[in-house]
Protein backbone atom coordinates (compact mmCIF):
# COMPACT_ATOMS: atom_id res chain seq x y z
CA UNK A 1 0.00 0.00 0.00
CA UNK A 2 1.04 3.92 -0.99
CA UNK A 3 1.36 6.17 1.45
CA UNK A 4 0.33 9.45 1.07
CA UNK A 5 3.12 11.13 1.61
CA UNK A 6 5.11 9.24 -1.51
CA UNK A 7 1.59 10.09 -3.42
CA UNK A 8 2.27 13.67 -2.83
CA UNK A 9 5.78 13.83 -4.09
CA UNK A 10 4.93 11.67 -6.93
CA UNK A 11 2.15 14.10 -7.40
CA UNK A 12 5.12 17.15 -7.31
CA UNK A 13 7.12 15.78 -9.66
CA UNK A 14 4.65 14.78 -12.36
CA UNK A 15 3.54 18.67 -12.36
CA UNK A 16 7.37 19.59 -12.25
CA UNK A 17 7.58 17.34 -15.12
CA UNK A 18 4.69 18.82 -17.41
CA UNK A 19 4.96 22.36 -16.20
CA UNK A 20 7.61 23.36 -18.74
CA UNK A 21 5.82 21.86 -21.61
CA UNK A 22 2.66 23.08 -20.91
CA UNK A 23 4.16 26.74 -20.88
CA UNK A 24 6.03 26.33 -23.90
CA UNK A 25 2.55 25.26 -25.51
CA UNK A 26 0.71 28.06 -24.34
CA UNK A 27 3.35 30.55 -25.74
CA UNK A 28 3.40 28.70 -29.07
CA UNK A 29 -0.81 29.61 -29.31
CA UNK A 30 -0.11 32.73 -28.14
CA UNK A 31 2.69 33.02 -31.18
CA UNK A 32 0.08 31.36 -33.85
CA UNK A 33 -2.28 34.38 -32.59
CA UNK A 34 0.11 37.39 -32.92
CA UNK A 35 0.84 35.77 -36.18
CA UNK A 36 -2.22 35.91 -37.28
CA UNK A 37 -2.80 39.31 -36.35
CA UNK A 38 0.58 40.45 -38.80
CA UNK A 39 -0.59 38.53 -41.56
CA UNK A 40 -3.80 40.44 -41.31
CA UNK A 41 -1.83 43.71 -40.87
CA UNK A 42 0.03 42.88 -44.20
CA UNK A 43 -3.05 41.74 -46.17
CA UNK A 44 -5.19 45.15 -45.09
CA UNK A 45 -2.06 47.20 -46.45
CA UNK A 46 -3.04 46.84 -50.01
CA UNK A 47 -6.22 48.77 -48.94
CA UNK A 48 -6.91 51.95 -50.48
CA UNK A 49 -7.24 54.21 -47.38
CA UNK A 50 -4.47 52.65 -45.79
CA UNK A 51 -2.09 55.39 -44.16
CA UNK A 52 1.46 55.41 -43.28
CA UNK A 53 2.91 57.43 -40.00
CA UNK A 54 6.18 57.35 -38.24
CA UNK A 55 5.75 55.74 -34.73
CA UNK A 56 5.65 57.37 -31.55
CA UNK A 57 8.62 58.08 -30.19
CA UNK A 58 7.31 56.00 -26.93
CA UNK A 59 6.89 53.24 -28.18
CA UNK A 60 10.70 53.03 -28.76
CA UNK A 61 11.32 54.08 -25.38
CA UNK A 62 9.35 51.09 -24.26
CA UNK A 63 10.83 49.03 -26.41
CA UNK A 64 14.04 50.16 -24.36
CA UNK A 65 12.62 49.52 -20.87
CA UNK A 66 11.34 45.73 -21.58
CA UNK A 67 14.66 44.96 -23.00
CA UNK A 68 16.02 46.20 -19.79
CA UNK A 69 13.56 44.45 -17.77
CA UNK A 70 14.84 41.03 -19.32
CA UNK A 71 18.10 41.95 -18.52
CA UNK A 72 17.60 42.65 -14.69
CA UNK A 73 15.22 39.28 -14.73
CA UNK A 74 18.19 37.19 -15.86
CA UNK A 75 20.72 38.54 -13.19
CA UNK A 76 17.92 38.43 -10.51
CA UNK A 77 17.88 34.44 -11.66
CA UNK A 78 21.78 34.26 -12.17
CA UNK A 79 21.84 35.68 -8.35
CA UNK A 80 19.31 33.27 -7.32
CA UNK A 81 21.66 30.72 -8.49
CA UNK A 82 24.22 31.89 -6.34
CA UNK A 83 22.62 32.05 -3.00
CA UNK A 84 22.76 35.74 -3.02
CA UNK A 85 18.90 36.14 -2.36
CA UNK A 86 18.57 39.96 -1.77
CA UNK A 87 20.59 41.02 -4.93
CA UNK A 88 17.91 38.45 -6.51
CA UNK A 89 14.93 39.98 -5.10
CA UNK A 90 16.11 43.61 -5.74
CA UNK A 91 16.58 43.19 -9.72
CA UNK A 92 13.22 40.93 -9.46
CA UNK A 93 11.47 44.10 -8.12
CA UNK A 94 13.61 46.44 -10.63
CA UNK A 95 11.94 44.31 -13.57
CA UNK A 96 8.85 44.88 -12.35
CA UNK A 97 9.18 48.47 -11.97
CA UNK A 98 10.07 48.40 -15.87
CA UNK A 99 7.61 46.36 -16.80
CA UNK A 100 5.09 49.05 -15.50
CA UNK A 101 7.03 51.72 -16.96
CA UNK A 102 7.17 49.65 -20.39
CA UNK A 103 2.59 49.87 -19.98
CA UNK A 104 3.11 53.67 -19.31
CA UNK A 105 4.68 54.48 -22.57
CA UNK A 106 2.76 52.02 -24.54
CA UNK A 107 -0.42 54.24 -23.00
CA UNK A 108 1.93 57.73 -23.80
CA UNK A 109 2.17 56.12 -27.41
CA UNK A 110 -1.24 55.77 -28.12
CA UNK A 111 -1.92 59.54 -26.80
CA UNK A 112 1.01 60.44 -29.03
CA UNK A 113 -1.10 59.03 -32.05
CA UNK A 114 -4.44 60.70 -30.98
CA UNK A 115 -2.88 64.17 -30.53
CA UNK A 116 -1.20 63.35 -33.97
CA UNK A 117 -5.23 62.77 -34.79
CA UNK A 118 -5.03 58.84 -35.41
CA UNK A 119 -7.62 56.86 -33.43
CA UNK A 120 -8.12 53.55 -32.89
CA UNK A 121 -11.78 53.74 -33.49
CA UNK A 122 -14.23 56.56 -34.74
CA UNK A 123 -14.10 59.63 -36.90
CA UNK A 124 -10.65 59.50 -37.20
CA UNK A 125 -9.47 56.09 -37.03
CA UNK A 126 -7.84 54.75 -40.26
CA UNK A 127 -7.16 51.00 -40.81
CA UNK A 128 -3.41 51.06 -40.32
CA UNK A 129 -3.55 52.40 -36.48
CA UNK A 130 -6.44 50.22 -35.56
CA UNK A 131 -4.02 47.52 -36.52
CA UNK A 132 -1.23 49.11 -34.44
CA UNK A 133 -2.92 49.63 -31.45
CA UNK A 134 -5.15 46.93 -31.56
CA UNK A 135 -2.17 44.33 -31.78
CA UNK A 136 -0.20 46.66 -29.35
CA UNK A 137 -2.97 46.61 -26.47
CA UNK A 138 -3.32 42.84 -27.52
CA UNK A 139 0.68 42.51 -26.33
CA UNK A 140 0.04 44.96 -23.56
CA UNK A 141 -2.41 42.76 -21.91
CA UNK A 142 0.18 39.88 -22.40
CA UNK A 143 2.70 42.16 -20.72
CA UNK A 144 0.10 42.95 -17.47
CA UNK A 145 -0.43 39.01 -17.35
CA UNK A 146 3.60 38.85 -17.01
CA UNK A 147 3.33 41.60 -14.31
CA UNK A 148 1.00 39.08 -12.29
CA UNK A 149 3.09 36.66 -12.99
CA UNK A 150 6.22 38.57 -11.69
CA UNK A 151 3.70 39.89 -8.31
CA UNK A 152 3.46 36.17 -7.29
CA UNK A 153 7.09 35.52 -8.00
CA UNK A 154 8.40 38.68 -6.15
CA UNK A 155 5.73 37.13 -2.86
CA UNK A 156 7.62 33.64 -3.20
CA UNK A 157 10.92 35.23 -3.38
CA UNK A 158 10.36 37.06 -0.22
CA UNK A 159 8.23 34.18 1.41
CA UNK A 160 11.96 31.85 0.72
CA UNK A 161 9.98 29.59 -1.74
CA UNK A 162 13.05 29.16 -4.14
CA UNK A 163 16.23 28.43 -3.67
CA UNK A 164 19.53 27.90 -5.13
CA UNK A 165 18.88 24.23 -6.61
CA UNK A 166 14.73 24.72 -6.52
CA UNK A 167 13.55 27.59 -7.86
CA UNK A 168 10.87 25.97 -10.74
CA UNK A 169 7.90 29.08 -10.30
CA UNK A 170 10.82 31.41 -10.66
CA UNK A 171 11.89 30.01 -13.85
CA UNK A 172 8.73 29.62 -15.39
CA UNK A 173 7.61 32.90 -14.79
CA UNK A 174 11.05 34.16 -16.07
CA UNK A 175 10.35 32.29 -19.28
CA UNK A 176 7.48 33.97 -19.73
CA UNK A 177 8.62 37.33 -19.68
CA UNK A 178 11.33 36.67 -22.20
CA UNK A 179 8.86 35.33 -23.86
CA UNK A 180 6.87 38.88 -24.04
CA UNK A 181 9.77 40.85 -24.14
CA UNK A 182 10.78 39.50 -27.65
CA UNK A 183 7.55 39.10 -28.80
CA UNK A 184 7.50 43.09 -28.01
CA UNK A 185 10.50 43.41 -29.95
CA UNK A 186 9.61 41.38 -33.23
CA UNK A 187 6.55 43.04 -33.29
CA UNK A 188 8.08 46.80 -32.93
CA UNK A 189 10.83 45.62 -35.46
CA UNK A 190 7.28 44.80 -37.71
CA UNK A 191 5.90 47.86 -37.72
CA UNK A 192 9.08 50.06 -38.02
CA UNK A 193 9.79 48.05 -41.04
CA UNK A 194 7.06 46.91 -42.79
CA UNK A 195 5.19 49.97 -43.98
CA UNK A 196 3.93 51.12 -47.54
Known amino acids: MVDKETLQEEYSVAKKKSAK ?4 IS ?3 MLMFFA ?7 IS ?3 DDWVTFDLPDALFTSTVLILISSITLFLSQMFLKRDKRSISLLLLIVTFVLGILFIWQQY ?3 SELKNAGLYFTGKGSTV ?4 LIGITLMHVLHVAAGIIVLLVVIYNHFK ?8 LGFE ?3 IFWHFVDVLWICLFFFFYFIRK
Not at 36 to 42: D, F, H, P, R, V
Not at 128 to 131: A, H, L, V
Not at 160 to 167: C, G, R, T, V
Open 160 to 167: YKYKSDDF
Open 27 to 29: MIS
Open 172 to 174: LGA
Open 36 to 42: GLTSAYI
Open 128 to 131: STSF
Open 45 to 47: MKR
Open 108 to 110: EGF
Open 21 to 24: PMLW
